[in-house]
Structures are given as C-alpha cells and as structure tokens.
C-alpha cells in the first residue's frame, strides 16, 4: 500500500548496509517509518531478510569488501525500486582487541570493511546520484575517530577518523551534483552488549553522560532520517555528533 505523502521520505528509496542488526537494522525501520522503500544489504543474508520481512523492504547479501559485488548489488536495487536516493555506509566490524595484539589481517580486515568498504559504497551510489542530480549520503562514523578511547580498537578508530575525511572529500566532489554527504559520530548508545554488561560497570560508563543515560538506536535513526529529510537539504559536509553531550566540539 502507498505510504501517505506527508511522510518525510515518502517517495523516496534507501539502500542501507549491515542493516541486518543493531544500528543498521534500526536506521531500516526508520527510514521505512519515514515513508521511504529500503533495500537491506548484509553479509548475514538471513538477518537482513528478517528485518525486511518486518518492513517490506528488499534484502541482499553484501560483503562491502568487494566492489563489484557491491556494484552489483547496488544495482540490484535500482533494477528493484528504480533508482536510489539514499545510502547510508552502515556496515563495519568493532574488535576490541589492544592495540599491541592487533595482527596485520585483522588491521586489514577492519580498514576493509569499515573504510575502503564506505569508501565503495560512496563511489557507488555517488556515481548514481551525480547522474540523477540528487541524493542523499550518509556514513556510520563514530566518536571514537573524533576522540581517544581505550573500548575500541586503533583499528576501528582510524577506520571511524578517515570516515570523516572521507565524507567531507565526497562531499565537496558531489554538491556541484545536488547530493549530500554526511557523517554521523554516535557514542554510548545502548545495545545488546551494554544491557549483559555487569550494572556497576555500565552504572559508572553512564555516570560519564552529561545527558544521564545511553542513547537509543532509534536516536541515530531518527538523525539519518533527518539527514535524508528535505529539512537537510542545506547540508553537507557535516559531523552530525550523537553522544549525550560525552564529546562537545
Ligand atoms: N552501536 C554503537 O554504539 C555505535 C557507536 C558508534 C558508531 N557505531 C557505528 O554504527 C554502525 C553500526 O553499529 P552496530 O553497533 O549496529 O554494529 P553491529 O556489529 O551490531 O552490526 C554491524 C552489521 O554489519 C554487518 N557487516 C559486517 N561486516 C560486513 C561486511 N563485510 N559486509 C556487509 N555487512 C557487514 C554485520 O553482519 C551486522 O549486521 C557501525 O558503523 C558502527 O561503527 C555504533
């Protein structure tokens, strides 16, 4: 059935990677909610089918490792919905692993799926969107490529901090083009993980909140339906911070 047209993002296609779980999974709902037709790419088929079998939306497999396999199953979802107008680089490993321990293929693997992989995913869809003469980007970063911090590996916070030199580069390339690239950079947003966490270690992360309490993921949904939004149409370029106020700049 047609969405009614007062939705923000009715009208409106989303292609969003590892949106089998967590963030990603939520950013689908959100990006459906707002009245937008979602195809969910993960290299978990079965989880992204799952949450399209909850919202209607169009699951593929991806390894965003491999471009033309990414390629081609971008193109898979324009062949769908017919074109797509927003991407959000969700997809990426988080390992926790001291820097002192990190071997050369895990290095490897978490700059190859969290980085080079955005980095595909922005050329791919950038390519698209240049043609058409809008569109919406949107990338996962995190505060932990703005800031240090000892629960994420060097690793995932290189791969957050050149996420956010990425966006802004693919940013300027494309606004001559009508489309926009943004970052988001969430932190403490609650999470499977986070409620099995022993209370008084979670009660002294949460202590550490200036807002008092973690995020929600439907937070950082409701900030990439924003970004998609008409209403953001002015902007580009942009670190989007999600952090109850842990990191102010
Ligand atoms: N959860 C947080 O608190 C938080 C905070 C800051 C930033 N982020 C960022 O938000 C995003 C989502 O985080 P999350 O906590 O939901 O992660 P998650 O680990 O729960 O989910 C990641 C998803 O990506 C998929 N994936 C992994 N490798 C892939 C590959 N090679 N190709 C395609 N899909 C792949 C996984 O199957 C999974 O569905 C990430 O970019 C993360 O860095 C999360």
Redesign the pocket.
Known sequence: MAKPALLPLSGRVAFV??A?????AAIARGLSEAGARVAL????LA?AEAVAAEIGGLALQ????DEAAFSGCFDRAVAHFGAVDIMVN?????PTTSLWDITPGEWDDVLA?NLR?SFFGCRIAGRHMRERGEGRIVN?S??AGQQASSATGVHYAAS?AGLLALTRSFAQELAPHGVTVNALA??A?G?PALEAMEPARRQALQAGIPLGRFGLAEEVAAAVVYLASPAAAFITGATLDLNGGRFMR
């Open positions: 990677t590892g089998g779980q967590g963030l990603g790419a993960d290299i978990e989880n991806l390894d965003v490792r969700n997809a990426a490993r988080t799926i992989g996962l995190s505060m957050k969430p932190a947003i999470s």
